[in-house]
């Protein structure tokens, strides 16, 4: 397994292939507020594939050397077989040389309902 960073063509596959379907509306922003920052140096957008066959994305802010995880996410028919996990050491890995890494986690406990709890 390895990571990589996508090209923009890539990332417009993602985001109309995976990313709307694995984020509400309301928390997934448009594609240009995806595509404008990543011209401009400040997005970067990576995925993790295995055998060639994308498993899982992530996105993140940057700013200089400091990193956020804008988004994350394992495609469906890879969920639960520890691909996150996997995807979360090889970042370890990816971002060696950077400075910080911020991960917000939002608490299962407060979804709205059940189906927000274990999707």
Known sequence: MKIRRLETEEIVSVYHEYMERDFHTD???P???ILEPLQDGI???TAMFDDGILTGY???VKLNKDYLLDYFAIVPD???QGYGSKYLALIE???KDSDSLLIEVENPLYAA???SRVT
């Open 27 to 29: 928390e997934l922003r």
């Open 31 to 33: 594609l240009n507020r």
């Open 43 to 45: 997005y970067e957008c």
């Open 58 to 60: 992530a996105f993140f």
């Open 78 to 80: 890879k969920r639960n």
């Open 93 to 95: 890995e990816y971002l």
């Open 113 to 115: 309902d059940e189906q």
